[in-house]
């Protein structure tokens, strides 16, 4: 990413008001909506992205998130919030909360002020509602040397397996769980409307391979992570994320046994 830019669009409706049925006549009236956001230039794709949610949304934002097979138990720390994230001590943060544009500059605050934070635990983690910004992220978890990690019942869901999968080292108790599904954009398009090699999957290929993929187990983990469409939710326990963060993947056996299809809906 090189520079941000501010955009501003304002968009005028024409929207015809009706008089009194005496008066037999219309005037119209001109509704102005101005939307604010921040792009900043990707590199991969080679072209401008939006990495801030809109003032003014004249159509929702693309988001990634899933909820939980079961409830999960409240979390509470007394320490200081940044967003989704949750200072434990000195040298452990916890993410509780949905991503969205303005978390890389939450976590960057929270490292400035606490600077020995070497563990990022992932308690109740269900995606984000932006993905560019949340591979920015993930990349910056990577570049402070943080190591992730999912605690028993710790829930990490849709855009938040990218940021476990950032970790230094990661690592996941027993009693954990994972879901996965294809990403959505504004448009409704999803990663199968796309060639393999454009720049809309390239980008998360290129991110898996960063944070130490090999590029068949990129491919073949990207390929895991939308064999459900965006609407669904693939689970896997701990044993099954365990397997893609090995050195050595387990066989394809036991990932079917390990991973259970929800045909419920994934979103709320």
Excluded: C
């Excluded at 635990?121 to 509602?129: D, L, S, V, Y």
């Excluded at 990349?139 to 476990?164: C, D, K, Q, W, Y």
């Excluded at 992570?225 to 939710?233: E, L």
């Amino acid at each position: 990413m090189r520079s941000l830019a501010i955009l501003i669009l304002a968009l005028i409706h024409v929207v015809a008001m009706p008089l009194p049925a005496a008066a037999q006549s219309y005037s119209a009236s001109r509704l102005v909506t101005v939307e604010r956001w921040v792009e900043e230039w990707d590199e991969t794709t080679q072209r401008w992205v939006r990495v801030s949610e809109p003032e003014t949304a004249l159509q929702p934002a693309a988001e990634r998130y899933a909820m939980p097979r079961i409830a999960q138990p409240g979390f509470a720390a007394d320490g200081p919030r940044y967003g989704p994230f949750r200072l434990l001590d000195e040298g452990r943060a916890a993410l509780v909360g949905t991503t969205d544009g303005q978390s890389p500059a939450q976590f960057q605050a929270m490292l400035r002020e606490h600077p020995n934070i070497a563990v990022l635990e992932f308690i109740e983690a269900p995606g984000t509602r932006n993905d560019i910004a949340n591979l920015a992220l993930g990349r910056m978890i990577r570049a402070a040397g943080i190591a992730t990690h999912v605690p028993e019942n710790g829930s990490v869901r849709s855009g938040a397996v990218e940021l476990f999968l950032a970790g230094a080292e990661r690592t996941v108790d027993d009693g954990a769980e994972f879901a996965v599904h294809s990403w959505i954009d504004t448009y409704g398009r999803e990663p199968d409307d796309f060639g393999a090699n454009a720049p809309e999957n390239r980008l998360y290929l290129d991110y898996y391979k960063e944070m130490g993929m090999p590029a068949d187990r990129a491919a073949a983990f990207y390929a895991m992570t939308n064999s459900v469409p965006h609407q669904r939710a693939l689970w896997l326990d701990a044993d099954g994320m365990r397997g893609w963060i090995a050195p050595e993947r387990i066989s394809d056996t036991n990932e079917v046994k390990l991973a259970r299809l929800d045909l419920a809906p994934a979103l709320p």
